[in-house]
């Protein structure tokens, strides 16, 4: 008998199991692991695609768009050659396609390119299911969610094997299927909402989670932001410029976002609540205004954009303990005159904006960086005095091609 309560603590039980898998012809090995005496934290996700929402820790999508994956990301990783596991609880049927995972990079957070993620499906008797290694899959036939459960993803610091597993009490864990992706580096959190204005991800936790010193340069945007006009991910320009830094990028830009709630449409309006706490990120970087200088339908004004904008960068000091000096306010992207025309139609507007109003919007960013002491960059002006900049913008006149992207990248680079 063992009577040392810690080595009790630390005994694995291994149960093998021989399966009969007619389509697999294989043996299986399931681990029952008995969870160390370390606290669980809280998962805590800021909107990273379309916006979620959080209730009592249960995360849904704001407002469901089957074309947009919700996607979201903590301010915590899992620390190279550290063991940890994140989970979340399956509460009720129906609860479907809430993918909670790892990510080698906090921008990989859609579905089939996070490093190893787990959700319960919504059809076929809610099947547990996978997506490792940049590859969407099932997990084993026969393996159905069971409400109540919690399910979750295990990485060894050793050797980085990836476990998906699943626990009726969030205290003792099987394995349902060793995952074939591994890693032993630093390893980001991620969740993807994705499948119906339903999908839920329920009191997401993790143990040995860390806050992420790394974790620098935080995105809030539009779809220039989010890449739109850049051939891929890699040529936009937030991620041009957090390469060259060597730092993270966090990407939460959001196409078609405004900042004023004033659209008479539909139209994503920024919700302040998501901005991420502050840990010890590098800086928070907002760039919106390009979308509430097209709409130009009589109630979105420069006037309440700059209200606005100041009681955000009120709140981010205030209530996510932001330093002033560490948040970087942008003036609207420039776009062309085919750009300012292509919102004629949209949310009312029946007029065309201009460069007069384009500068009303650029100034009011500066008069409340200048208020707020935080930093700033007229990206409007300098835009617009370089030469050739029309043959740098996409065709629709608003979103920059690779070669616009990376002029905004290099000129940060350049003064920040």
Same mark, same amino acid.
């Not at 290694?133 to 969610?145: D, K, L, T």
């Given at each position: 008998?063992?009577?040392?309560?810690?080595?009790?603590?630390?005994?694995?039980?291994?149960?093998?199991?021989?399966?009969?898998?007619?389509?697999?012809?294989?043996?299986?090995?399931?681990?029952?692991?008995?969870?160390?005496?370390?606290?669980?934290?809280?998962?805590?996700?800021?909107?990273?695609?379309?916006?979620?929402?959080?209730?009592?820790?249960?995360?849904?999508?704001?407002?469901?768009?089957?074309?947009?994956?919700?996607?979201?990301?903590?301010?915590?990783?899992?620390?190279?050659?550290?063991?940890?596991?994140?989970?979340?609880?399956?509460?009720?049927?129906?609860?479907?396609?809430?993918?909670?995972?790892?990510?080698?990079?906090?921008?990989?957070?859609?579905?089939?390119?996070?490093?190893?993620?787990?959700?319960?499906?919504?059809?076929?008797?809610?099947?547990?299911?996978?997506?490792?290694?940049?590859?969407? =899959?099932?997990? %084993?036939?026969?393996?159905?969610? $069971? @409400?109540?459960?919690? #399910? &979750?993803?295990?990485?060894?610091?050793? +050797?980085?094997?990836?476990?998906?597993?699943?626990?009726?009490?969030?205290?003792?864990?099987?394995?349902?299927?060793?995952? =074939?992706?591994? %890693?032993?580096?630093?390893?980001? $959190? @991620?969740?993807?909402? #994705? &499948?119906?204005?339903?999908?839920?991800? +329920?009191?997401?936790?993790?143990?040995?989670?860390?806050?992420?010193?790394?974790?620098?340069?935080?995105?809030?945007?539009? =779809?220039?932001?989010?890449?739109?006009?850049?051939?891929?991910?890699?040529?936009?320009?937030?991620?041009?410029?957090?390469?060259?830094?060597?730092?993270?990028?966090?990407?939460?830009?959001?196409?078609?976002?405004?900042?004023?709630?004033?659209?008479?449409? =539909?139209?994503?309006?920024?919700?302040?609540?998501?901005?991420?706490?502050?840990?010890?990120?590098?800086?928070?970087?907002?760039?919106?205004?390009?979308?509430?200088?097209?709409?130009?339908?009589?109630?979105?004004?420069?006037?309440?954009?700059?209200?606005?904008?100041?009681?955000?960068?009120?709140?981010?000091?205030?209530?996510?303990?932001?330093?002033?000096?560490?948040?970087?306010?942008?003036?609207?992207?420039?776009?062309?005159?085919?750009?300012?025309?292509?919102?004629?139609?949209?949310?009312?507007?029946?007029?065309?904006?201009?460069?007069?109003?384009?500068?009303?919007?650029?100034?009011?960013?500066?008069?409340?960086?200048?208020?707020?002491?935080?930093?700033?960059?007229?990206?409007?002006?300098?835009?617009?005095?370089?030469?050739?900049?029309?043959?740098?913008?996409?065709?629709?006149?608003?979103?920059?091609?690779?070669?616009?992207?990376?002029?905004?990248?290099?000129?940060?680079?350049?003064?920040?």
């Amino acid at each position: 008998m063992i009577t040392n309560k810690k080595t009790m603590k630390k005994l694995l039980i291994i149960l093998f199991i021989t399966l009969s898998c007619k389509s697999y012809g294989q043996v299986q090995f399931f681990m029952l692991q008995k969870e160390s005496t370390v606290a669980a934290i809280d998962i805590t996700f800021s909107s990273a695609s379309t916006s979620l929402t959080n209730t009592a820790k249960v995360f849904t999508p704001s407002s469901f768009n089957s074309s947009f994956g919700h996607e979201g990301l903590d301010t915590k990783k899992l620390p190279s050659g550290v063991t940890g596991r994140i989970w979340f609880k399956y509460v009720a049927t129906g609860d479907a396609d809430a993918i909670l995972g790892f990510s080698t990079t906090y921008a990989l957070r859609d579905y089939n390119l996070m490093l190893a993620g787990i959700y319960v499906g919504g059809a076929g008797g809610n099947p547990v299911g996978k997506s490792q290694g940049g590859a969407g =899959s099932n997990i %084993s036939p026969g393996v159905n969610g $069971i @409400v109540g459960n919690y #399910y &979750g993803v295990y990485r060894d610091g050793s +050797s980085g094997q990836i476990r998906f597993q699943t626990s009726t009490d969030g205290t003792t864990w099987t394995d349902l299927e060793i995952s =074939s992706a591994t %890693s032993t580096a630093d390893l980001f $959190i @991620v969740c993807d909402l #994705y &499948g119906a204005s339903s999908t839920k991800l +329920s009191f997401p936790k993790g143990i040995n989670i860390k806050a992420d010193s790394v974790y620098s340069y935080v995105f809030i945007g539009n =779809s220039i932001s989010y890449g739109v006009g850049a051939s891929d991910t890699a040529h936009r320009w937030t991620t041009l410029f957090s390469s060259s830094k060597g730092k993270v990028e966090v990407n939460m830009g959001i196409s078609g976002q405004v900042l004023e709630n004033g659209t008479v449409c =539909s139209r994503t309006v920024f919700d302040e609540t998501t901005i991420p706490a502050y840990i010890s990120q590098t800086a928070l970087v907002i760039a919106l205004g390009v979308n509430d200088v097209g709409l130009n339908n009589g109630t979105m004004t420069s006037s309440v954009y700059q209200t606005t904008l100041d009681s955000i960068v009120g709140y981010a000091i205030s209530a996510k303990g932001w330093n002033s000096t560490k948040i970087i306010l942008l003036t609207p992207f420039y776009i062309t005159t085919t750009g300012y025309s292509s919102f004629v139609g949209s949310c009312s507007v029946t007029t065309a904006a201009d460069t007069t109003r384009h500068q009303a919007y650029s100034t009011a960013v500066i008069s409340v960086a200048t208020s707020r002491g935080t930093q700033s960059v007229d990206i409007y002006t300098y835009m617009k005095n370089t030469s050739g900049i029309d043959t740098m913008i996409s065709s629709d006149g608003v979103h920059p091609n690779n070669t616009g992207h990376a002029l905004i990248a290099d000129y940060l680079i350049s003064i920040l």
